[in-house]
């Protein structure tokens, strides 16, 4: 574990220090984020005008499931598209083989190798908004820390999916397009689950898992949440993480090396 720790510092100091090279970037995510933010909020708003509630949420606690939401959205900019939408492009180019090589776990590689500072601006938004809505609420630190085991399962859930899609890239070299029904699929977490029909929900629930990533650690901020959702979203990441290794290890006995 020590030597990984120490490789994943290596990784990620190297990756900062090159993407400072071009601050201006940081400036235009910033106002990216802002401007995504400003749409995220218009559209709840248009919901809530004249009155009108989603079943169950008020104003406030919808803006708590935007605000995880936005973060989410700052963790996928941060941690995974930098390395896992670049899966493709090592199976496309032969590169692939020399991660294999490496006397490291090539998921493990694939996973952390880089990161990008432009997703903190999301990461940064989201938490603002959790925390004005909060304070609107009267809620505790304890709420907060609570909700960080379901906030942590939803980090795995998507990861574990990412993951998997990306390495369906060994027969299907071209899957960019899938990724981005992926994403599509996720920006419906950005309303509480309730503002759907209940086809949807179920959808959302049990097929993609949108549920779990948003409107479950909304729920346990806000003090509500029941314990049988956040167990269900701890058994659903673990199975997705093992089931993510797994299947990478199964896409491997059918990749062709480039020098063969």
């Given at each position: 574990?020590?030597?990984?720790?120490?490789?994943?510092?290596l990784f990620w100091a190297t990756?900062?220090?090159a993407e400072l090279e071009y601050r201006v970037n940081f400036l235009l995510a910033t106002l990216s984020s802002l401007g995504g933010l400003a749409g995220s909020l218009f559209g709840l708003f248009l919901f809530y005008q004249n009155d009108y509630t989603f079943e169950g949420w008020s104003w406030e606690q919808a803006l708590v499931v935007l605000g995880v939401f936005t973060v989410l959205q700052g963790f996928s900019a941060t941690f995974?598209?930098?390395n896992l939408n670049r899966i493709v492009s090592h199976i496309q180019r032969g590169t692939l083989d020399f991660v294999l090589l490496k006397p490291i776990n090539s998921q493990f590689w694939l996973s952390t190798h880089t990161l990008s500072p432009w997703g903190i601006p999301d990461l940064i938004f989201?938490?603002?908004v959790i925390f004005y809505a909060g304070g609107r609420l009267g809620l505790q630190a304890t709420d907060y820390l609570l909700s960080l085991v379901p906030i942590l399962f939803g980090f795995l859930i998507l990861y574990s999916l990412w993951f998997i899609l990306g390495a369906t890239s060994i027969w299907f070299v071209k899957i960019y397009n899938v990724t981005?029904?992926?994403?599509?699929?996720l920006e419906a977490g950005r309303f509480p689950m309730v503002a759907y029909p209940a086809a949807y929900r179920f959808f959302f629930t049990f097929v993609v898992p949108v549920a779990f990533l948003t409107t479950v650690p909304a729920e346990v901020?806000?003090?509500r949440g029941e314990?049988?959702?956040?167990?269900?979203?701890?058994?659903?990441?673990?199975?997705?993480?093992?089931a993510s290794r797994a299947f990478w290890q199964f896409a491997l006995r059918f990749?062709?090396?480039a020098s063969s």
């Open positions: 574990m020590g030597r990984y720790l120490q490789v994943l510092r990756a900062i220090a995974l598209a930098p989201g938490l603002i981005e029904v992926l994403r599509g699929l901020i806000l003090g314990w049988i959702w956040t167990l269900g979203a701890g058994i659903l990441a673990i199975t997705l993480l093992f990749y062709t090396s």
